[in-house]
């Protein structure tokens, strides 16, 4: 009973620890848009880039196009497909941020062949909100090094891209939001921290104790009384 309800416990502590998180982000969420100008440069501090993380931003730039990334095995809506990233040069100023524009389907019958998205070569203004890099997929492979330079990854290293392309990338990325467009979809996950998961695990370890209860009383207090004593033996 002890360990079945310190267990219940621990995972309310975990419950209030992930709605402090999920008010933080939802506050951050509520704040004004930033702009470009607010992003860590790449070769500055990052202490304190996380605390920027799901904040609304507003970017202007163009696109390098020729630096566009297909991450490999993304799903949304349940089918498989690409979630495309492509740098932006900001304007004005020096910085590039990379941005995960959207999700396309695949070519399922020639698995090597891109699709059709469209990248505008001027000016263009994005709207999202900051994020930390795509997360990453198991891979066979190993590093992000043993698929080359190729545009189809499974996974991409923020670091290691920086190198590759010798762009000045910021160590944040930027979620784009808003309708399709440009052949991509945008219907992100909504941003959660799973507060229900550790509720219905501390339901199920103090159901747990009550049980062990229950079945203390029956078999200790209740029931022994009722058994028949043993006669002794003549």
């Given at each position: 009973m002890l360990v079945t309800a310190s267990l219940g416990r621990w995972?309310?502590?975990?419950?209030?620890?992930?709605?402090?998180?999920?008010?933080a982000i939802d506050a951050r969420e509520r704040m004004p848009a930033l702009d470009g100008a607010s992003l860590p440069a790449a070769d500055g501090s990052s202490a304190g880039s996380e605390a920027l993380v799901h904040r609304a931003i507003a970017l202007r730039g163009r696109w390098v196009a020729g630096q566009t990334v297909f991450l490999d095995n993304r799903q949304m809506h349940g089918r498989p497909g690409f979630f495309v990233l492509t740098?932006?040069?900001?304007?004005?100023?020096p910085g590039v941020v990379l941005v995960q524009r959207g999700w396309v389907p695949r070519d399922f019958q020639d698995r090597s062949r891109l699709p059709r998205i469209e990248t505008p070569e001027g000016p263009v203004a994005v709207t999202g909100r900051i994020a930390l890099p795509p997360s990453r997929l198991y891979e066979f492979t190993g590093a992000d090094g043993a698929q080359g330079y190729s545009r189809i990854r499974q996974n991409l290293d923020l670091n290691a891209f920086r190198a590759e392309t010798g762009l000045a990338l910021a160590p944040l990325t930027v979620l784009q939001t808003g309708e399709p467009s440009e052949g991509l979809l945008r219907d992100w996950p909504v941003v959660g921290t799973g507060v229900e998961k550790h509720y219905g695990y501390a339901f199920q370890w103090?159901?747990?104790?009550?049980?062990?209860?229950?079945?203390?009383?029956?078999?200790?207090?209740?029931?022994r009384p009722l058994r028949p004593r043993r006669q002794p033996a003549p």
């Open positions: 995972q309310l502590g975990r419950a209030a620890q992930k709605e402090a998180l999920q008010a740098p932006l040069r900001l304007e004005p100023g103090f159901g747990l104790c009550g049980l062990i209860a229950l079945l203390y009383v029956w078999f200790q207090l209740v029931r």
